[in-house]
């Protein structure tokens, strides 16, 4: 089984063909950055993108991602190492507490960021609102999110 | 090489203190069984700080970073006391042979209690290096100045401290005899270029990229993975057990059976989910486990009605049949800490020649304290095991135990290879020891004025610091005879009565208990603070007045935040109309940190909920090292003190835990949020506070007196809800 994942093509060892596409990138292609929190698709922490949608890793067999494009938390960066805008905003408002739900987060508001380029609080609250953080880091996250959109709209 | 450090063992190794933690030995042995409790010294290896031979700066971090960035604070001291700047210090995460070893981190002490040594190292380095400095550059030590990175004449010739060191090494000790060197932290004169900036949480990068920072993230060549089995709780037996449908499971490994421990190791995590859900097990308790126990348990009028409770925390000339003003009952319900990381380890065990027989990673707020634990789990000398600290999604209290450590130790064990363990979030939620529920009553008397005569407040909580299965029981039992320091938080008042009384009783509940953030100190408050808006209301008075007037000036570092907190409030007007209210509340937390918080709300018929709409909040923090991280500290305990007052409520029946999840345990959302308005109060003259619990003690009734002045409804137990709303 193949999948790309990041741009890069990753064959999937048949033992790992029955496991969450989660599992898959963290113990099996090496790429922890994605994180396991609740196990059933009500926290966000795992939020990754399958052929531009976002989507909760822990509740999708490998299986049925199969051969499509897989964008994680560690694709974000481009290839020199500087950071995507939402990254950047996200170290500009010091965002992260303990950081554990903060991949799916920066993969959550870049989904919001495709659709709605410049979202105001009641888009941010309805497109966040599936992604939880024990630490609260609620409101820098809502103003990194209006941080981005504004570097995003300059580069566009 | 210069390095800092109280004895010579460290000079062995370079690092490495190896087993040779000498001061602590006889106190270690003596604590086996408890958290690490050793707090630093001048002379204590925690104050690690070392020039490079290219001048560069490296200290270990004493800290578990947990999200409260405690590090970054004390490398600005380091940076501040150097004469660096903070991203020039090479910081190194030390394992447990590397240094003797730290107390736990709890209590929100980083700052408080490590802030002093850390300087006083730094500060003695550089003294050294200046005498160093003088004899290079042949000028008298009091005139060769400060410079970036090393030091200058009057006339601006310049060294390194690059220039001042060599490969060979060298140990500097704190002198007790000599003249303490000038701590430029706490020089409240000094311009400071570190100290006092909001300097971004060192590490930053790594959490928004997807570094590999977490227990379960570190790979390992062929680990396997496993799990155990947890009870509801803790001193809870096997009855039954079912494991006959374990052996088909594809990628199955091993069974591991020893007592009632039963864990499985399997090639991949799926294939231990599969094996975990053959495991058909029933559990005999102890006691029943159900929420009416509970409420039976803590029923504090049920326990006042038979006399004294158990510990009395303050009495002056207390008078049972005072006309009582108020007399209110108020309740407490359970909450968990609901990390966002699930918890995880990894052991390995090594053959025979190598420097460590048992190797654990995992994030624990007491790593000292798991390396002891292991020990004595697996029969191993303290120096063959090593824990390797990682950095932890979420502590508030629930990290100090030798648990996911002990399965995967004992998995790994059995399998002979190495074994990674990462909880599920239902195990979570079943064994994270719990905040616990207590109750409250609460009564005062006033004299024609309206100031205070009688104060009389009983309370029955859960054990917290002492709870069962925290320690053993023939310790447990002599612990006892005193005072649980988790229940006595937040119990004596800041207001001034001649009679006064305040009592409490700590029991056991039918869950397994423990440290979550503010351990009493949010629910004690919660009903102090709500009483004496009560009785405010009743007298027809304003409650901050009120409050300030019955401080009697004891309280000055309170008051101000209080009139703080108001003038701040009032920068926003509350919405006109129906169901608005705001309300105030304000405490001090270990005696040291003091808070006040202004609560916003809107009780909404239409949709019947609460929302709160704003919140501010006036911290006083002694000296403010990084004020952003400070105020994100503060606006972390605010979103708690939400979900305490409106959401978070632990639930159990049937003799099991029902919580098991985030749709069925409910914590603050993004739509939840208030706007917030944040005053960081900085005394540079006076040692940092801790900012880590503090305002989540005076969040919850600021709320509650908000849902007060909105609807008139008195909440009386948390979490409240609309329907109690009448």
């Known amino acids: 089984m193949k999948l ?30 994605t994180r396991f929190s609740c196990g059933i698709g009500q926290c966000g922490a795992c939020v990754v993108h399958v052929d531009g949608a976002p989507i909760s890793s822990c509740l999708i067999p490998v299986a049925d991602v199969a051969g499509k494009n897989i964008l994680t938390i560690e694709g974000l ?80 | 090489m210069v390095q800092l450090n109280r004895r010579k063992f460290l000079f062995a190794t370079g690092w490495v203190a190896g087993g040779a933690t000498l001061l602590y ?27 490079q031979p290219d001048g560069s700066c490296r200290m270990f971090f004493p800290r578990i970073d ?74 008298p030590i009091a005139a060769t100045l400060d410079e970036v990175g090393g030091f200058r004449t009057a006339n601006n010739r310049r060294v390194h401290y690059a220039d001042l060191v060599d490969a060979a090494t060298t140990l500097v000790e704190f002198d007790e005899s000599k003249p303490a060197p000038t701590l430029y932290t706490f020089d409240s004169k000094r311009t400071k270029r570190q100290v006092g900036h909001s300097v971004k949480p060192l590490g930053i990068r790594e959490l928004v990229t997807g570094a590999p920072v977490y227990t379960a993230d570190i790979p390992f060549d062929g680990v396997l993975f496993g799990r155990a089995v947890l009870p509801p709780v803790r001193n809870a037996s096997i009855a039954s057990l079912n494991t006959s449908g374990v052996s088909a499971v594809k990628g199955f490994i091993k069974l591991v059976q020893e007592g009632d421990f039963v864990g499985v190791v399997c090639k991949t995590p799926s294939a231990v989910d599969a094996a975990m859900a053959q495991i058909d097990v029933t559990w005999h308790l102890q006691e029943p486990l159900n929420q009416n126990e509970i409420d039976r348990l803590v029923d504090v009028d049920a326990k006042m009605a038979e006399g004294d409770l158990e510990h009395i925390l303050q009495d002056q000339a207390h008078r049972i049949d005072a006309d009582w003003a108020i007399d209110l009952r108020f309740d407490v319900q359970v909450q968990t800490h609901a990390a966002q990381e699930p918890r995880a380890a990894v052991a390995r065990f090594n053959d025979k020649g190598a420097k460590h027989k048992l190797e ?21 000398a303290e120096d063959e095991v090593v824990i390797y600290p990682q950095r932890l999604g979420g502590g508030f209290g629930g990290r100090e135990h030798y648990e996911v450590e002990r399965d995967a130790v004992r998995l790994a064990r059995a399998v002979k290879q190495t074994v990674k363990v990462q909880w599920t979030r239902k195990d979570e939620f079943t064994a994270s020891r719990s905040r616990p529920a207590s109750a409250h009553r609460l009564r005062i008397a006033a004299d024609e004025a309206g100031n205070l005569t009688d104060w009389w407040h009983g309370y029955v909580s859960g054990h917290v610091v002492l709870a069962r299965e925290r320690l053993p029981s023939w310790l447990l039992s002599v612990a006892r005879l005193g005072e649980d320091m988790g229940v006595v938080k937040g119990g004596v008042s800041p207001y001034n009565a001649p009679h006064q009384r305040v009592e409490c009783s700590d ?136 979900g305490m007052a409106l959401f978070e409520r632990f639930e159990v029946a049937d003799n099991d835990i029902q919580s098991s999840n985030f749709d069925n345990y409910a914590i603050v959302r993004m739509s939840d949020m208030p706007s917030l308005d944040i005053e960081v109060i900085d005394r540079s003259e006076i040692a940092p506070t801790g900012a880590g619990e503090t305002a989540l003690i005076a969040g919850p009734p600021a709320i509650a007196n908000a849902i007060r002045n909105a609807s008139g409804f008195r909440p009386l137990s948390l979490p409240i809800s609309f329907s109690d709303i009448r």
């Open chain 2, 66 to 139: 947990m999200g409260q960035n405690a590090n970054t604070g004390l490398a600005q001291i380091v940076a501040e006391e150097l004469n660096l700047k903070v991203e020039e210090i090479d910081a190194v995460a030390p394992n447990t042979s590397d240094v003797p070893p730290l107390a736990v981190t709890a209590g929100s002490m980083s700052l408080t209690a490590f802030s002093r040594p850390i300087a006083t190292a730094a500060a003695t380095l550089r003294e050294h290096l200046r005498e160093r400095a003088a004899l290079k550059l042949s000028q």
């Open chain 1, 77 to 156: 960066a481009d290839e020199n190492g500087t950071l995507h805008p939402l990254q950047q905003a996200w170290i500009d408002e010091s965002v992260p507490q303990c950081g554990y739900c903060q991949s799916g987060q920066i993969m959550q508001a870049l989904a919001l960021l495709k659709e709605t380029p410049d979202p105001d609080d009641s888009d941010i609250n309805r497109a966040m609102n599936g992604n939880l953080c024990r630490c609260g880091t609620y409101d820098r996250i809502k103003k990194s999110i209006k941080r981005a959109a504004v570097v995003m709209q300059v580069l566009d």
């Open chain 2, 360 to 380: 654990i990673w995992t994030g624990n707020q007491d790593p000292w304290g798991m390396k002891r634990f292991a020990a004595m789990d697996t029969g191993l």
């Open chain 1, 4 to 33: 790309t994942v990041n741009g890069v093509e990753c064959q999937v060892a048949s033992d790992w063909e029955n496991e969450n596409l989660l599992m898959v990138l963290r113990e099996h292609l090496g790429l922890p950055g």
């Open chain 2, 507 to 642: 029991v056991d509940l039918p869950i397994d208990l423990g440290v979550w953030r503010s351990l009493n100190g949010a629910p004690a408050i919660f009903a102090i603070e709500s009483a004496m808006d009560e009785l405010a209301i009743q007298q027809r008075l304003d409650p901050v007045d009120f409050k300030i007037k019955q401080m009697a000036e004891a309280h000055p570092r309170l008051q101000h935040c209080l009139e703080r907190v108001r003038s701040i409030s009032a920068k926003q007007a509350l919405p006109l109309g129906e169901g608005y209210g705001r309300g105030f509340a304000s405490g001090i937390y270990e005696g040291r940190c003091f808070v006040a918080i202004s609560a916003d709300v809107y009780v909404d018929p239409e949709t019947e909920q609460i929302k709160v709409l704003h919140m501010c909040c006036a911290q006083d923090v002694g000296m403010a090292v990084n004020p952003g991280q400070l105020r994100a500290q503060i606006e972390s305990n605010l979103v708690w003190s939400i």
């Open chain 2, 25 to 51: 030995t006889l106190r270690n042995h003596a604590l086996a069984v408890a958290p690490t409790i050793i707090i630093p010294d001048e002379e204590s290896g925690a104050a690690w700080v070392q020039i």
